[in-house]
């Protein structure tokens, strides 16, 4: 139970810590957001340049698809401007990762109270924006550390284990469970947070964490079918080709996931930066494969 309610704790705050930093940022700096995606899209390499840097603010590429989507409703956009930019969401998604993976856990109560402190004294708006996206990254770090520590006793329990590698050791079932839980709480870099959090602890092997990073990616598109709905035609395309790259770039990838485990093995000696790296190295890969076809 303990356990339990330290998962459930941890993954509310990671989930939390994400979305606030996320709504912070995208606040301090919407303005010039929207500009830079309509105003680049019209070359495919800006595109893809301009997706990846306004997903490395929004922590989100669902986010960056769902304003997609609205700008195409609106008109502002055409479809085909469009699949530079999500492919370039892809690429700038993982940096949330990458910023979880480097555990800065001992700094998350200092990132917490310096967040809340510029929250309850600044006067600016903008000021604000930044002190709240400075608490959701103390909060996203916390939620980390919380999930770390609830997980320690489960590398005591047989039955735990044997799930959990049941789960990890089968590629096709880490796939789907990966998608669906991603799916249900709206956040790839959430479903990989909490299996940096199980590798560190030694309770998956990378195989089967590179399997669930396929998982989590295709599982992330739901927002975007969500967010599409009651849309126009042109603008449900938009949903439908942020998922068509990512199962067309999971089934591109599943074959080779034994060389890919041992490629990322290969970048670091920690599990959590292996892990960063294939979800980064997969983005990457389909984003540079698909752009001349866009």
């Not at 019209?42 to 997609?68: H, I, K």
């Not at 959090?197 to 079918?225: P, Y």
């Not at 990512?246 to 990322?264: E, Q, R, S, W, Y």
């Amino acid at each position: 139970m303990t356990v339990l309610l330290a998962l459930f704790g941890g993954m509310a705050l990671l989930l939390y810590g994400i979305q606030l930093s996320g709504d912070g940022l995208q606040r301090a700096a919407g303005a010039r957001l929207r500009g830079l995606l309509t105003g680049l899209s019209r070359n495919r390499v800006l595109a893809l340049a301009s997706g990846a840097g306004v997903t490395a603010v929004l922590q989100s590429s669902s986010a960056t698809t769902v304003m997609l989507i609205g700008f195409v409703s609106a008109g502002l956009m055409a479809f085909r401007q469009t699949l530079g930019v999500i492919l370039g969401a892809d690429i700038g998604t993982t940096l949330t990762v990458q910023l979880i993976a480097f555990r800065i856990t001992d700094y998350a109560l200092l990132l917490v109270g310096a967040g809340f402190t510029i929250v309850f004294l600044a006067k600016r708006r903008a000021v604000k924006d930044v002190g709240q996206a400075l608490l959701g990254f103390g909060l996203m770090f916390l939620g980390l550390k919380l999930i770390l520590d609830g997980v320690a006793p489960l590398k005591a329990n047989p039955l735990a284990i044997q799930l959990l590698a049941a789960v990890a050791d089968n590629a096709v079932i880490a796939v789907l469970t990966a998608a669906v839980f991603s799916a249900l709480v709206h956040s790839s870099a959430a479903t990989i947070g909490l299996t940096l959090a199980l590798a560190t602890s030694g309770l998956i092997e990378l195989r089967g964490a590179v399997a669930i990073v396929l998982g989590a990616n295709i599982g992330t598109c739901a927002t975007a079918l969500m967010a599409s709905i009651g849309a126009t035609a042109e603008a449900k395309r938009v949903a439908v080709a942020h998922i068509a790259f990512k199962l067309l770039g999971a089934a591109v990838v599943f074959p080779f996931i034994d060389p890919l485990t041992t490629l990322v093995a290969g970048t670091a000696a920690d599990p959590a930066r292996q892990i960063a790296n294939a979800h980064t190295l997969f983005n990457l890969g389909i984003s540079l494969l698909f752009l001349p076809f866009t």
